[in-house]
């Protein structure tokens, strides 16, 4: 199962929108796309998902492009508790489950 | 709101020995995955249950195996362990049934595992 592809690292300041960018080149057409968020020695936590266009909750948006081989999670007016890892996995499905394959994460540093 | 519980969460193993991860999903909750994260490294699936019925599998080593009791609870079971075990050890549940989003998991803790 291929792996989706994101920056190794991002620096922002405190109050700028970070926007971190995925690439999905094997999506297949029924997945949907997810982004989670992990701090150390913390389990992953769910942030947003989305199929198409754009999606927005109370922490983030989400961006799909028509083709859907990419998506773009975007943070408004970070802080630094958003420091953290930012990982948007491959979907796959089993009989009844939907197992998480995850790449190399987006390291996000957040400076004051 | 409940989430996912797991136990213990240390646990020191020497080299050979075997050990017992165990997992309980959150209420109503009929899948369950686990997921191995090395040092430094990013999470990587296991194995998963639905309903009680092995799903899928990932990377596990013959050594690992694993089940979903009657209650949905879940146990890891590893044996002949080795250095490279050494990791943090996920649970994660979702319902297709209970509404959300098709994708999202729930993570556990984890289980912090060093073998000596």
């Known amino acids: 199962l291929a792996k989706t592809t994101q920056p190794i690292s991002m620096d922002s300041y405190e109050g700028q929108e970070v926007n971190i960018t995925c690439s999905h080149n094997?999506?297949?057409?029924?997945?949907?796309i997810t982004w989670y968020q992990q701090f150390p020695s913390q389990g992953p936590r769910f942030i947003i998902q989305g199929y198409k266009t754009k999606v927005t909750n109370e922490v983030a948006s989400l961006f799909i492009p028509a083709d859907r081989k990419s998506s773009t999670l975007s943070l408004p007016r970070v802080s630094l508790s958003d420091t953290a890892v930012y990982y948007c996995p491959q979907g796959g499905s089993g009989a009844g489950s939907y197992q998480l394959t995850f790449g190399k994460g987006t390291k996000l540093s957040v400076i004051p | 709101a409940a989430g996912v519980i797991q136990s213990p969460r240390h646990l020191i193993k020497e080299k050979r020995e075997t050990a017992t991860l165990k997992c309980y999903p959150i209420p109503r909750h009929d899948t369950v995955y686990w997921y191995q994260q090395g040092p430094g490294q990013d999470p990587q699936f296991l194995i998963s249950f639905y309903e009680k019925m092995q799903s899928d599998k990932g990377s596990i080593p013959d050594r690992f195996s694993a089940q979903q009791f009657s209650d949905y609870h879940s146990e890891l079971n590893m044996s002949s362990l080795e250095l490279g075990d050494s990791a943090l050890y996920f649970c994660?549940?979702?319902?297709?049934?209970?509404?959300?989003?098709?994708?999202?998991?729930?993570f556990g803790p984890g289980t912090r595992l060093t073998v000596l």
């Open positions: 994660a549940s979702s319902s297709g049934l209970a509404g959300g989003s098709p994708n999202e998991q729930f």
């Open positions: 094997n999506i297949a057409t029924n997945d949907y």
